[in-house]
């Protein structure tokens, strides 16, 4: 697997709109887009910080998993994940990480934030980091 670089470094919040005046106003960061991802049931929010994302990730529910990653800890949140872009593609990534022995979340690439193509590995064979793989679709 060819990682080029971090694509996004996910924080989970109780609300974007509480949380965004502490990156825009004390960090001096600008938010760039706000989105609502149905299938993951939550609604995130992108900065940048040089060539790195923040992508801030809002509950929409409570059955989502940000809502229980939240809820797990201490209702505060926190960092939930980190991305890295692939430039081999997902697809060969998974199968790369599967046959080394990691365990998987995903099975296959799926759309995530920004059209991105996305799949997460588990923090159980990650050195406890919850970890997503990312590709621009072609």
Not at 122 to 133: D, M, N
């Amino acid at each position: 697997m060819k990682i080029s670089r971090i694509e996004h470094i996910g924080i989970a919040v109780k609300s974007i709109e509480e949380s965004l005046p502490y990156f825009e106003n004390v960090l001096g960061l600008k938010c760039y887009n706000i989105e609502t991802v149905e299938d993951q049931k939550v609604r995130t929010a992108f900065l940048k910080v040089g060539e790195v994302k923040l992508e801030l990730l809002e509950p929409t529910c409570p059955e989502s998993t940000i809502a229980k990653f939240i809820e797990n800890n201490g209702g505060k949140g926190g960092m939930h994940h980190m991305a890295f872009n692939v430039e081999d593609g997902v697809a060969n990534a998974l199968a790369e990480v599967e046959a080394a022995g990691l365990r998987l979340i995903d099975k296959a690439p799926r759309k995530g934030a920004e059209c991105l193509n996305i799949a997460f590995l588990h923090p159980k064979s990650t050195a406890a980091v919850l970890t997503e793989l990312c590709e621009q679709p072609k």
